[in-house]
Each structure stands twice: as C-alpha cells, then as structure tokens.
Nanobody
Framework: VQLQACGGGLVQAGDSLRLSCAAS????????MAWFRQAPGKEREFAAG????????YYADSVKGRFTISRDNAANAVYLQMNSLKPEDTAVYYC?????????????????WGQGTQVTVSS
C-alpha cells in the first residue's frame, strides 16, 4: 500500500492550495480517507475526513468553512482544497487511510499514511 501526497508549498495568507493524495495497493473505494497535519512543536491533529463514497465529510473546527475534502474513487485519489489560508495552517499535511465505515479524528486507528507535504503560509 502506498499513499503519495503532493501539492504543498509556500503561499501568503489568504491564498489557496490544493493537496492531492494518490493511493495504490488497496481497494480505495472501501477505505475512509483523512488529512491530518502536524505543525512544528505540536502534536499531529485531524484536519478533515471523508467516507467511502464521499457522502459524509468531517472537519476540524479550525478549518471548517475554509477547507474542503473530496475524493475520486475512479482515480484512487483524495484531495484537500484549502482556501483563505492562515499562518496557523502552516504544517506538514498527511493523508491517511483506515478500514471501516466511519471517519475517526484519532490518528492511531488509521492503517496507512502518506509521506507528508509541507504547507507554509506567510503573513
């Protein structure tokens, strides 16, 4: 199983970025997908999650209304559209996959992780 995240970069506050995560080696349409992030000196935290068919999405309060998670099961990919970025969004962003049907905000229940992509937002 491999999750490959990309799309990070250095942007200014108020800008947008779209992260992508390509999955291989698993039945993508049967895993819950999520994005987590880890800022320097902080613990990893849940950012957004999406169920198998994309019917249900969940967000951390800190990103709700600015970030949108989506998935394309035909392409084995999950995305995170990030708008109105703030300096506090600076972090390494990881995509993760878990079995089961429910999104969890707890990282340890996710079986597979991507390598992370750096997002840096300057003020």
């Amino acid at each position: 199983v491999q999750l490959q995240a990309c799309g990070g970069g250095l942007v200014q506050a108020g800008d947008s970025l779209r992260l992508s995560c390509a999955a291989s080696g698993l039945t993508f349409g049967r895993v819950v997908m999520a994005w987590f992030r880890q800022a320097p000196g902080k613990e990893r935290e849940f950012a957004a999650g999406i169920t198998w068919g994309g019917d249900w999405t969940y967000y951390a309060d800190s990103v709700k209304g600015r970030f949108t998670i989506s998935r394309d099961n035909a392409a084995n990919a999950v995305y995170l559209q990030m708008n109105s970025l703030k300096p506090e969004d600076t972090a390494v962003y990881y995509c993760a996959a878990k079995f089961g049907t429910e999104v969890s905000r707890t990282g340890r229940v996710y079986a597979y992780w991507g390598q992370g992509t750096q997002v840096t937002v300057s003020s």
